[in-house]
């Protein structure tokens, strides 16, 4: 264990004035409609920044399971966070309430199906205000947020019949009251030294990775839904939002080559303001180039060709490789699970999905439910496409899109090599973007 990794409740004489629905079964801590508050010397601890693991198992008849940090309101006025685990439906949430209303920051099905009685392996790192909730020792989704940046208490709790064990509590800032809580590095990097494993992260809980044959550092998925509509409310825009269910970290769909221009400007500009970037910092789109060289063709590529002169030149390459149709996990296409949405009459600009695949998604999915490539980028084919900087060739009518959608299922738009291409002031609900950070 870490300096001062706290173990709870490992066995049951360490439970002392346990509230009603909880009890030891099993040697684990079983709850059933309750919750119970992280305490020493039955004194409860009073954190903002902390480390809680634990595995959980869920019965078939088990409801949400809850883990609660910088807990500072009233069961009538809640302010807190809270991380909810539902194994048996295959959902995790990461919801913020403050004074008694409720935001969603995170919805995302779990990466895989958990059996009754399986234990699964839980981490939430609560640092300044960036949440990461890891499964399996595996990192899910790292989410930013600036509601509450109070001390709190944590609690452990369960609608139904939640088992936990193997509870581990990491304090990682003095709390009042206790004489020491040492600091633990936390894994973050400036601009300058940002590296796939360490990457750099913005205001915003955008990531960036270096990669090679570019002098960028790339976002490591597109630019998602509430990134946008931090920029949204602060300069003041209207936004169309998609005609479907999104969640905050579904990528954004919808914006044209301006609006993505316009996003990296503004926060270009708002970070400049606050000191996170230098003066020869920006955000901005990839190149058409940049672009290649993150799908893994920049050097087979001329880097001094116009996109029109490199379209679908490098045949049967895919962002996943050559195996044709997708292997299992390659990205969010137009697969079998679109077959009822069809049927009903949605999507009637697509003929049929593809065959033999199936990624769960019938629209856009949370950026990062399928597997990074070997640099670290999420979505480089699928989800949505995304806008670079070019235009397609020297009538400069048309902008370059690349990537491909969940719209998609034909060979020839999956490929890494072909180019996209609308004119920019086109709003696409197929449509999205992914920015990069230039140091000149």
Avoid at 44 to 63: E, W, Y
Avoid at 270 to 289: M, Q, V
Avoid at 361 to 388: E, K
């Amino acid at each position: 264990l870490e300096p001062g990794a706290i173990r709870l409740w490992d066995a049951p004489e360490k439970l002392t004035s346990t509230p009603k629905g909880i009890s030891w079964k099993d040697d684990a801590l079983h709850i059933h409609s309750s919750v119970m508050a992280v305490r020493v010397d039955n004194k409860p601890l009073t954190h903002r920044d902390s480390i809680v693991r634990f595995s959980l198992r869920m019965n078939r008849d088990a409801q949400w399971a809850n883990v609660i940090v910088r807990d500072a309101g009233t069961p009538a006025a809640p302010r807190q966070y809270k991380l909810s685990i539902n194994p048996p439906t295959g959902v995790i949430k990461f919801i913020v309430a403050d004074g008694g209303t409720e935001r969603l920051l995170l919805s995302k099905p779990l990466p895989r199906p958990y059996a009754p009685e399986e234990w699964l392996r839980v981490e939430l790192r609560s640092v300044g205000d960036d949440f990461t909730v890891s499964l399996d020792g595996q990192p899910l989704e790292t989410v930013h947020d600036t509601t509450l940046p109070n001390r709190g208490l944590t609690h452990f709790g369960a609608t139904a019949n939640a088992c936990f064990r193997d509870i581990v509590y990491v304090p990682l800032d003095k709390p009042a009251g206790v004489s020491s809580s040492p600091n633990l590095p936390v894994t973050k990097s400036s601009a300058a030294t940002a590296t796939k494993a360490a990457p750099f992260i913005n205001s915003l809980g955008m990531k960036f990775v270096p990669v090679p044959g570019t002098q960028v550092l790339f976002s490591i998925w597109p630019t998602r839904v509430q990134d946008y509509e931090v920029f949204v409310k602060e300069a003041k825009l209207e936004w169309g939002k998609a005609p479907f269910e999104q969640g905050p970290t579904h990528p954004v769909v919808g914006p044209n080559w301006d609006d993505a221009q316009a996003f990296g400007d503004w926060l270009t500009e708002t970070e400049r303001k606050a000191g996170k970037l230098g003066a020869n910092e920006r955000y901005r789109l990839p190149s058409d180039h940049e672009w290649s060289c993150a799908v893994d063709l920049g050097d087979k590529e001329d880097a001094s060709q116009q996109p029109a002169e490199k379209h679908l030149k490098i045949a049967d390459v895919f962002p996943w490789g050559k195996q044709w149709p997708p292997p299992k996990g390659a990205g969010n296409f137009a697969g079998e699970e679109m077959q009822a949405a069809m049927a009903a009459g949605k999507f009637s600009n697509i003929k049929g999905e593809m065959p033999g695949y199936h990624d769960g998604f019938v629209d856009t999915a949370p950026v990062g439910s399928f597997a990074a490539n070997r640099f670290g980028l999420h979505d480089m084919g699928g989800n949505v496409w995304q806008w670079c900087a070019d235009w397609v060739d020297g009538s400069q009518k048309a902008r370059v899109l690349r990537g491909s959608s969940s719209q998609d299922r034909d060979r020839m738009f999956l490929q890494s090599s072909f180019r996209n291409r609308y004119q920019p002031q086109a709003h696409m609900i197929n449509h999205g973007f992914r920015c990069v950070l230039e140091a000149k």
